[in-house]
């Protein structure tokens, strides 16, 4: 599938740290290890509908990592899934009355108009399951004839206990597993299966619904194993970061991992599973069935710059749960204007320390607040002229900073 033009990311001087970022699985902030070329694989959207700003928070910070890591000098293979057929698509389609692939080509597209907007980088392989049914059915084919897997009626389901690991990614307790799975798309009350917690890898063709022929049958693939053979058969195992939203962590991410691990006999699927936590609104997390959405391109069609929605998304951890409340756009509107500005002050406090202080702050998991704080306190000094052996150069260096590091194009 087509992704979206990259943005310039400029070079900068000097060295960076390696990237220490929270692992849910260890429990604990520890750096990434990459090798010459940094393998990420971030879960898409299910293209039902537009691009909220907690969409847009997680991939905005995946794209910090995606930034870090070429500071850094490592090439970054990135890919990253469109769930382009799945219930939620069929039922809106329903709804609407469009036809699902309508619904799914036009919400991809905008998508990928937001995210062009907001300066994030492009997946180098950006995937859609409609044309991965094949290599997917391959794999739930591999994984029933190995044993890791089971029919139930036309559908088939996997082993939970067959990776040996399952449980690692989450850590949650089996009664945790049991109400999540029940609230997030899972069906533990189905019966005939052998576990509540087995997933879906296969759905079996249903009337009225779209389906393929396959080596696993006529049908289409489960949720969670479409993103198990996507990320392995272009990032191989043990890849670098499986990242996504903090409702991802169960079922999706731990059944991803399994299903991974059950076809291929090794572990671990990721060396770091990162999560981005939840954008709210009024106090409710911001959800489709709460109706209480905000929309990129809603607000790119109002006339917000993107680079201050970019901005006042960045301006709180990416990990912890954050209110979008109305103050927010005004004072990354405010922040913009002011770095703006600064960026073309005759001169400015030194650049490098800057430089290094955004380097340190962002390296530390993200911390996105530590560095605006830096870039404030550096435009305050310059707009002031007050710094003592004030540098030329310094203007131009905090902007190459700010656009390479944090996306901002000033
Ligand atoms: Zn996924």
Redesign the pocket.
């Known amino acids: 599938m087509q992704s979206w033009l990259p943005p310039d990311v400029p070079t900068l001087p000097g060295n960076s740290r390696p990237l220490r970022l929270y692992d849910t699985a260890a429990d604990e902030v520890r750096p990434t290890a990459p090798g010459a070329t940094a393998r990420l694989?971030?879960?898409?959207i299910t293209p039902y509908d537009a691009t909220h700003l907690g969409h847009a928070a997680t991939y905005l910070a995946f794209d910090l990592v995606h930034r870090l890591w070429l500071d850094a000098g490592h090439a970054v293979h990135y890919v990253q899934?469109v769930?382009d057929i799945d219930d939620p698509l069929l039922e809106r389609a329903a709804a609407t009355g469009a036809s699902w692939s309508e619904l799914a080509e036009r919400e991809t597209e905008l998508y990928r108009q937001d995210m062009a907007a907001l300066r994030v980088l492009p997946p180098r392989d950006y995937v859609g399951v409609v044309e991965s049914v094949q290599e997917i059915a391959e794999a739930v084919a591999k994984l029933l004839a190995d044993d890791h897997a089971y029919r139930l009626e036309s559908d088939i389901y996997a082993r939970t206990s067959s990776s040996g690991h399952f449980g690692y990614e989450s850590r949650y307790s089996r009664e945790q597993m049991l109400a999540l799975f029940a609230e997030r798309g899972g069906d533990p009350d189905r019966p005939g299966k052998h576990d509540p917690l087995d997933a879906l890898l296969w759905r079996g063709r249903r009337d009225g619904e779209p389906h393929w022929e396959t080596a696993a049958g006529a049908g289409r693939p489960g949720?969670?194993v479409?993103?198990s053979v996507?990320?392995h058969n272009r990032l191989g195992m043990g890849i670098d970061v499986?990242g996504?939203g903090s409702d991802?962590r169960f079922p999706?991410?731990e059944h991803?991992a399994a299903h991974a691990e059950a076809l291929t006999g090794q572990w671990p699927f990721a060396r770091h599973y990162v999560h981005a936590g939840m954008i709210g609104l009024d106090g409710e997390k911001m959800s489709k069935s709460r109706g209480n959405l905000v929309f990129v391109s809603k607000l790119r069609g109002a006339g917000v710059d993107p680079m201050a929605i970019r901005l006042a998304l960045l301006d709180g951890h990416y990990r912890a749960d954050r209110e979008w409340t109305g103050g927010r756009l005004p004072l990354a509107e405010r922040r913009l204007a002011t770095w703006r500005r600064a960026s073309e002050a005759a001169a400015g406090p030194d650049g490098m320390a800057l430089l290094t202080q955004v380097r340190d702050r962002l390296t530390d998991d993200l911390d996105t607040s530590g560095a605006i704080a830096a870039v404030d306190r550096w435009a305050r000094l310059a707009l002031e002229q007050v710094a003592d052996g004030a540098d030329p150069a310094a203007p131009a260096l905090m902007a190459r900073t700010v656009d390479a590091l944090l996306g901002i194009k000033l």
């Open positions: 694989y971030v879960c898409g899934n769930t949720w969670h479409e993103c996507i990320a499986q996504g991802l999706h991410h991803s």
